[in-house]
């Protein structure tokens, strides 16, 4: 079956500008996660939802936010964007938010911003 | 905090055998991953460790011991190909919220 989508790829940004990034989960995957990974602090959670709601949340600020619609898709906003939200932003995909269910990364959108 | 540390990068040689260790802390410890990540593309899953013990796949290996919040991941017969970074990632208390390390950016010479 079809792994992770994310849409687009690759985007660049200036600074004070908003992006919406997209996620497919695999087909009957209801959990969806972001993570986004720099070279300075790795991999670091960003959200995640299920049902269309947002089960956890990261340490990051406000300009950034998500939702999942009622297939499961998810998409994530970052607003008022800042040279160090540059990152490749991932997404995973699981069966149920349950760490007994393994999570399947997209290829992830690489952001930079300028 | 939740700290999950691993070591920067290693070197192997082809057909060695070369462990990868992960600390971690214990308080609300509900399980433990292992992904490969090869240069410019996603992370895919290797192992996943919630009891004490071995768990063998094929050349991977991964161990945990709970109580010593510590686990390894062994890769036998090193292939150039296994050139990659590998990261230990630790789910706590309920829900699917990953915790990742790092990862050790690892070199598999001829």
């Known amino acids: 079956k079809a792994g992770v989508t994310q849409t687009p790829r690759y985007l660049i940004k200036t600074r004070g500008q908003q992006v919406t990034l997209s996620c497919s989960p695999i087909?009957?995957?209801?959990?969806v996660s972001w993570y986004q990974q720099t070279p300075g602090q790795g991999l670091q959670f960003l959200f995640e939802y299920f049902s269309e709601t947002q089960r956890n949340k990261g340490n990051f600020p406000g300009r950034f936010s998500g939702r999942q619609f009622s297939n499961s898709r998810s998409e994530m906003n970052v607003s008022t964007l800042e040279l160090g939200d540059s990152a490749l932003y991932l997404c995973a995909s699981s069966l149920a938010p349950d760490s007994a269910y393994e999570q399947y990364f997209g290829p992830g959108t690489r952001l930079t911003v300028t | 905090g939740q700290n999950i540390d691993q070591p920067t990068e290693m070197t192997a040689t082809e057909g060695a055998i070369v462990q990868i260790n992960c600390t971690y802390q214990?308080?609300?410890?509900?399980?433990l991953f292992w992904y490969q990540q090869h240069a410019g593309e996603a992370p895919t899953f290797l192992s996943y460790n919630v009891l004490d013990g071995l768990e063998e796949k094929g050349r991977f290996s991964s161990f945990l011991s709970r109580s010593k919040g510590y686990s390894y991941l062994l890769l036998k017969e090193l292939q150039m190909k296994d050139s990659a970074s590998y990261l230990c990632?630790?789910?706590?208390?309920?829900?699917?919220?990953?915790?990742f390390g790092q990862g050790t950016e690892l070199s598999v010479k001829p």
């Open positions: 087909s009957g995957h209801r959990s």
């Open positions: 990632a630790v789910a706590y208390n309920q829900g699917g919220k990953l915790i």
């Open positions: 214990t308080s609300g410890f509900n399980g």
